[in-house]
């Protein structure tokens, strides 16, 4: 079964575009792995999607046995899995 054709859009304030990044960290509990993801992003808001997801990061709490890495920035390619998801560490270092 394949991804359904829906559009996936920026989750910033404000703004509609097609996103084009996903901002997500690697979580686990010990057992089982999962991408946690703080939102998706366009071209013009990847920096302040990362910057609210760092700041979201911050505030979480764990519960015993967890771990959750810091936000990263990955692109968006719809259809594939979290797995092939390459990071963008430029895009991380260039956040506003
Ligand atoms: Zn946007």
Redesign the pocket.
């Known amino acids: 079964m394949s991804m359904p054709p829906y559009p996936v859009l ?1 989750t ?1 304030p404000g ?1 509609s ?1 097609p996103a084009a990044y996903k901002v997500a960290a690697r979580w686990s509990d010990g057992l089982t792995h999962e991408l946690k993801t703080y939102g998706l ?2 071209e ?2 990847v920096g302040r999607v990362y910057a609210a997801a760092v700041g979201k990061r911050a505030a979480c709490r764990l519960a015993p046995g967890e771990t959750l890495d810091g936000p990263g920035v990955y692109e968006l390619h719809r259809g594939e899995r979290d797995k092939s998801l390459r990071r963008r560490p430029d895009l991380e270092a260039a956040g506003s």
Do not use: V
């Open positions: 920026c910033a703004c575009a992003a366009c013009g808001c």
